[in-house]
């Protein structure tokens, strides 16, 4: 599995987008803003809300990828970490009439910089890369108008900091597994109207001689004490709300992000995003438009310039692992090629969000402006 997973995750990743979340999972999800807690897609939906499974019919196996294509500034100087490619693939399959059956692997998280070879001082040479894969089984149940789904997730991760203050600092990559889950239901409340919940649970990871190697320097300005090398993918939950009409379908989703109470996240001062994401869907004879919105304030606290912690957090946070995107604008389309096979697409895009800050270096105006496509093909047995 290990080898897999590094093959899928081979290019240089920066993808944040909420904290270090995609703002969706799959290629019509994406399309409308991220949604769906309540919104059926077919195998898509393992992986966002197993209990959604349920509506599928057959055997239908859906697999793409998404390229981003980041544009991340510090001072000015551009990041070389500005290519990503990420798989996800899904399988769903109803077993009988209330059961059903689904798999997911996909990249849920990332982020970085590369900033080697600048030949700015204040930068540190610095490179970062943060990486996340999940792998999902999942099974959901119906009944009536009532489903439930349940998925045991195994997170693949792998963690680098290295800078260069006068000193190289940093041993390379470190990667870990973490186990965790996910659970959601749905009700539908009549033929149009659907409302889903959904919760993943926090997954803990390691990553050996990472964070305690990099902050070492600054032990002193943190007590004495250096970081762990713990960093907590945080819990989440959620509700979503689906509403079709005519051909339309209008969709809601909020999500609450636990970073606040996140080992890692929380030791460098992030707090809880709150998540919403809304689209509209117009599908006719096999074929569909989409439009979408995401927005999420950036969760990472900007420190006042006025003590040596926080510039030195400022740095970690807004040098080394700038997740600034807060607003996010997306389209989508799809269409039978035939019976059996589809073919989808959306884009991405992340107006440049601007934060000036102090770190020990001084002044640094941080640029994070992204712009991202997906393509899948969906195919029914």
Do not use: C
């Amino acid at each position: 599995m290990k080898k897999i997973v590094l093959v899928a995750l081979s290019a240089s990743l920066l993808f944040a987008t909420n904290g270090d979340n995609l703002t969706g999972l799959g290629t019509k999800a994406r399309a409308m803003g991220g949604v769906g807690i309540a919104t059926y897609f077919g195998a898509e939906n393992t992986l966002t809300n197993p209990a959604l499974m349920s509506k599928s019919k057959g055997i239908e196996f859906d697999f793409g990828a998404v390229l981003f294509l980041p544009t991340i500034k510090a001072n000015g100087t551009k990041s070389k970490a500005d290519v990503s490619l990420m798989p996800e693939v899904s399988l769903s399959q109803n077993v009988n009439e209330n059961i059903s059956f689904g798999l997911g692997m996909y990249g849920a998280a990332g982020m970085g910089v590369d900033y080697r070879g600048s030949g700015n001082p204040a930068l540190m040479e610095t490179r970062t890369a943060l990486m996340l894969m999940k792998f999902a089984p999942s099974v959901a149940y119906h009944r009536d108008n009532f489903s439930i789904g349940f998925a045991p997730v195994i997170q693949y991760g792998s963690l680098d900091i290295a800078y260069n203050n006068g000193t190289p600092v940093g041993t390379g990559s470190s990667d870990n597994f973490g186990y965790g889950f996910e659970t959601g239901l749905t009700y539908d409340i009549n033929k149009n109207f659907r409302v889903g919940l959904v919760y993943k649970s926090k997954i803990d990871m390691t990553y050996d001689n990472t964070l305690s190697v990099a902050s070492a320097p600054f032990a002193p300005v943190f007590g004495g004490q250096a970081f762990a090398d713990k960093l907590t993918q945080p819990a989440e939950y959620g509700l979503g709300l689906s509403y079709n009409l005519n051909n339309f379908n209008l969709s809601f989703d909020y999500k609450k992000i636990k970073w606040g109470s996140a080992t890692g996240y929380k030791d460098f001062g992030w707090k809880d995003q709150d998540v919403y994401m809304m689209g509209v869907k117009y599908e006719k004879d096999g074929t569909w438009y989409a439009l979408g919105y995401n927005h999420a304030k950036n969760p990472i606290t900007n420190y006042p310039g006025t003590t040596a912690r926080g510039t030195v957090l400022n740095m970690f946070n807004y040098l080394m692992f700038p997740a600034t995107a807060e607003d996010h604008f997306s389209i989508g389309a799809g269409t039978k090629l035939n019976k059996n096979l589809t073919l989808d697409f959306n884009a991405m895009y992340s107006p440049n969000k601007i934060i000036n800050t102090m770190t020990p270096s001084g002044n640094l105006k941080v640029e994070h402006q992204e712009t991202s496509a997906q393509i899948s093909m969906k195919y029914m047995f």
